[in-house]
């Protein structure tokens, strides 16, 4: 089996959405879905897929924004944790708080509504999708509902907006708690191995003992 893990940075603000796959030409999980339609499905053509599942870290915008029209265009399922459903239900008031206001153009939330229903995550539950199975660690402190998804077989984590390459996921948004993040790390993040190959939500990737070394946030831990 080839495994087949690919990303493209969408959106304003650059997130990066993945395609998972146990191979070209075949089904796969789409990880975070910005709201760049086209983007994904750009992304999905350069590789020959068509989508399994959608598989949403969290509820922000740049994370879930497109993920009603996702599921309109491709009729798959959209998973996300509950505790990040009041986040994604009031795109507006994301809007404000993430760019202090509504651009021009987006007067017309709708563009960024939700599913009528989502799928719900659960920590330390195994997701069998696509020919794939992935392991889902609930990370609550950049959002409630924070979820990353461990594919073992590939020593890859799909990390979101919990670690990135020298930094980790902002706390000062609604429902954002710093003590909160640094307790998922300690417990749920940086227990897996070394090897592991952090795929974050934004920017490049990294590894654990990378960021274990490296990484300034992660000093006290």
């Known amino acids: 089996m080839t495994l087949l893990i690919d990303g493209r940075s969408l959106w304003l603000a650059e997130t990066n959405c993945y ?15 910005p709201p760049d339609l086209q983007g ?14 959608l598989l949403v870290t969290h509820a922000h915008i740049d ?4 993920a009603g029209g996702f599921v309109e265009k491709w009729p798959v399922r959209a998973y996300l944790h509950p505790d990040d ?18 651009l021009p153009g987006w007067m017309d939330t709708g563009v960024f509504a939700p599913p009528d229903t989502w799928a ?40 979101g907006d919990q670690l990135f390459a020298g930094s980790i996921g902002r706390t000062d948004l609604p429902g954002g708690d710093f003590n909160q993040l640094m307790e998922s790390m300690a ?30 946030f992660l000093a006290d831990l």
Request: with cysteine.
């Open 63 to 66: 994370h879930a924004g497109g």
């Open 120 to 159: 719900p995550l659960a920590n330390e539950t195994t997701l069998d999708l696509a020919g794939l199975s992935l392991n889902v660690l609930h990370t609550p402190g950049h959002t409630p509902g924070h979820c990353c998804f461990y594919l073992e077989s590939a020593e890859a984590l799909f990390a």
């Open 187 to 216: 417990g749920k993040v940086l227990t897996l191995p070394g090897a592991t190959r952090v795929l974050p939500g934004h920017g490049p990737a990294t590894t654990i003992s990378h960021e274990q070394r490296t990484n300034p």
């Open 85 to 102: 459903e009041w986040l994604a239900a009031d795109p507006a008031q994301q809007l404000r708080a993430l760019f202090g206001g509504m």
């Open 40 to 53: 994904v499905a750009d992304l999905l053509a350069a590789n020959d897929l068509y989508p399994a599942a």
């Open 19 to 33: 395609v998972v796959a146990p191979e070209p030409g075949g089904p796969c999980v789409v990880v975070d879905a």
